[in-house]
């Protein structure tokens, strides 16, 4: 016969210390300060992200839909430092950025066509 090493009421308080610790991480943590090199804290930033482009992928996509640059020159007039592949990748792949890009590209050509 196996010996058991933890008894019944034991494992009763063991599961409800469980059950409390889960309840507990379900909630949604509380924000704090984090520490920061040298002393201190960090206050976490309570700003949110604003539903537009931001200015440097808003004038990528005008560059590429109304100046009609390929990906990697049309970043360069953006103002990206350095921009590679990867960079254009990047931003031909955000939401954001294909739906400016067909916006402007629209209304480029509905004013071709009210020109004709």
Request: charged share 35%; no cysteine; proline share 7%.
């Given at each position: 016969?196996?010996?058991?090493?933890?008894?019944?009421?034991?494992?009763?308080?063991?599961?409800?210390?469980?059950?409390?610790?889960?309840?507990?991480?379900?909630?949604?943590?509380?924000?704090?300060?984090?520490?920061?090199?040298?002393?201190g804290t960090l206050k976490?930033?309570?700003?949110?992200?604003?539903?537009?482009?931001?200015?440097?992928?808003?004038?990528?996509?005008?560059?590429?839909?109304?100046?009609?640059?390929?990906?990697?020159?049309?970043?360069?007039?953006?103002?990206?430092?350095?921009?590679?592949?990867?960079?254009?990748?990047?931003?031909?792949?955000?939401?954001?950025?294909?739906a400016e890009i067909e916006?402007?590209?629209?209304?480029?050509?509905?004013a071709h066509n009210e020109?004709?």
């Amino acid at each position: 016969m196996k010996r058991r090493f933890i008894d019944e009421t034991e494992l009763a308080e063991i599961d409800a210390d469980l059950e409390e610790l889960e309840a507990l991480m379900r909630k949604r943590p509380r924000r704090r300060d984090a520490p920061a090199v040298g002393g201190g804290t960090l206050k976490p930033s309570t700003r949110t992200r604003a539903p537009g482009l931001r200015p440097r992928p808003a004038a990528f996509a005008r560059a590429i839909a109304v100046s009609q640059l390929e990906p990697l020159a049309a970043a360069f007039r953006a103002g990206y430092r350095a921009p590679n592949r990867m960079t254009v990748w990047r931003l031909l792949r955000d939401a954001k950025v294909r739906a400016e890009i067909e916006r402007l590209s629209s209304e480029m050509r509905e004013a071709h066509n009210e020109q004709h």
